[in-house]
């Protein structure tokens, strides 16, 4: 009986996935641009945050509607949200709208699962959790809000937003350690597995 072949790297959802890497220096210009301090290009960072995320979301439904899902991808997609994300908090703390604290604990577990997933390939890929994706949505509905300028429209309204968005990346921030405990928990079981006798 004849096994159906892989899917080739070189397929569409791989190539949002690629196109949003390549849109991170992008969005990291529009967000640095007169340190963060014009209404303008604040606003153009959101929507090219925006634009980027939603590629996250496409390339995910076509890759596994169309049978796509390959092994290239399932590293890339997390590597290109950790560089998108990894560039708004970075970009967000040198314009002052983000804690550097919060932003190093963020990084330090991102890239650090995503270093462990390199370690353990050789035993098995992780995909994304659910506890992962939920991390990811939290995290950017937070990005956003810090994106948009609302210290510099400082009414009312955007005092409440603000807070609202503090809120959101507390709860990010929170996820965000709990998976990075169920991550490093499933890699050891992962690896134990995978070196016991068959």
């Keep these: 009986m004849e096994t159906a072949a892989p899917p080739s790297n070189l397929n569409i959802a791989n ?3 690629v196109l949003r890497i390549v849109g991170v ?4 210009w529009l967000l640095l641009s007169e340190n963060g301090e014009d209404i303008g290009f604040r606003l153009w ?6 634009l980027l995320m939603i590629t996250d979301r496409i390339d995910g439904d076509i890759a596994r509607s169309r049978g796509l899902v390959t092994n290239f991808g399932k590293l890339a997609d997390p590597i290109a949200d950790k560089a998108l994300t ?3 908090f970075v970009g967000l ?5 983000l804690w550097w604290w919060v932003t190093i604990v963020l990084l330090v577990r991102e890239w650090g699962i995503t270093l462990m997933r390199f370690v353990v390939k050789k035993y098995g890929v992780m995909p994304a959790s659910q506890g992962g994706r939920i991390k990811t949505t939290l995290q950017a509905v937070a990005i956003g809000g810090y994106l948009l300028p609302f210290e510099i ?8 937003m603000r807070w609202c968005t503090h809120v959101t990346m507390a709860a990010a921030l929170a996820i965000t350690m709990i998976t990075a ?5 499933d890699a050891v079981v992962m690896r134990r597995e ?3 006798p068959a």
Excluded: C, E
């Design 15 to 17: 190539a949002l996935t």
């Design 25 to 28: 220096p992008v969005f990291g």
């Design 45 to 50: 960072a959101f929507v090219a945050f925006v």
């Design 86 to 88: 990894g560039m708004a």
């Design 93 to 97: 703390s040198i314009i002052g709208v």
């Design 153 to 160: 429209w400082d009414n009312t309204v955007s005092h409440v």
């Design 181 to 185: 405990v169920q991550y490093v928990r």
């Design 194 to 196: 995978q070196k016991s």
